[in-house]
């Protein structure tokens, strides 16, 4: 159980287009989601979080209008990277936990790694 | 701030006993989390300390000391597929987590 799936596994795009990721809880319902960054040899980042409903809460220095979360559903989240330029090239990993609040584990998706050319 | 502090790398033997050691200060503690995260995949969970002492699952185990602010991963007969970065987080007190900046352990035959 507790399955967390990313689509697409991986993306090319042109400098300049938006792409957008899905993140998807297979077998639970997920009423928080985060969208993390990774960029090669360091550690995770914290984009935002997000609660099903509502506006995601976006971490310092990430900007909202750049990157759109949605989470529409209890088992949907997308995070759309509008205008990408070669700096947004990275790993992108969601994760999903079942409860709102408290010590959670949080499940993660396999990542999307996108490069922008 | 909050930091959580860990080894970059480690070397170890197949077949050997190593433990990677994560020291935290955070505002805040609801639980500490290892995750095993081998090149180009994400990670995947390993164990939750909440408690001091220590907890053993199979070849890992994990110890807690809360008020050292100290943890340790302990993995036992080490085999070639423990290769990967080991991952230390902490949930804070807004139960977001703080995580490491991952140790590479590197297993040689």
């Known amino acids: 159980g507790a399955v967390v799936s990313q689509h697409p596994s991986w993306v090319i795009c042109k400098s300049g287009t938006s792409v957008k990721i899905e993140c998807r809880s297979l077998?639970?319902?997920?009423?928080?989601m985060f969208w993390y960054r990774q960029f090669p040899k360091q550690s995770l980042m914290l984009m935002a979080t997000?609660?099903?409903?509502?506006?995601?809460?976006?971490e310092q220095g990430v900007e909202k209008d750049k990157f759109l979360i949605n989470h529409a559903s209890l088992t949907l989240s997308t995070l759309t990277v509008t205008s990408a330029h070669p700096e947004d090239s990275s790993f992108y990993i969601c994760s999903a936990s079942p409860l709102a609040g408290g010590p959670n584990e949080q499940f993660f998706g396999p990542g999307t790694r996108l490069t922008v050319l | 701030g909050q930091n959580i502090d860990q080894p970059t790398e480690m070397t170890a033997t197949e077949g050997a006993i190593v433990q990677i050691n994560c020291t935290y200060q955070?505002?805040?503690?609801?639980?500490l989390f290892w995750y095993q995260q081998h090149a180009g995949e994400a990670p995947t969970f390993l164990s939750y300390n909440v408690l001091d002492g220590l907890e053993e699952k199979g070849r890992f185990s994990s110890f807690l000391s809360r008020s050292k602010g100290y943890s340790y991963l302990l993995l036992k007969e080490l085999q070639m597929k423990d290769s990967a970065s080991y991952l230390c987080a902490v949930m804070d007190s807004n139960y977001q987590l703080i995580w490491g900046a991952g140790t590479k352990l590197i297993i040689k035959p």
């Open positions: 955070t505002s805040g503690f609801n639980g």
């Open positions: 077998d639970f319902q997920a009423t928080t």
């Open positions: 997000s609660n099903e409903g509502s506006k995601a809460t976006y």
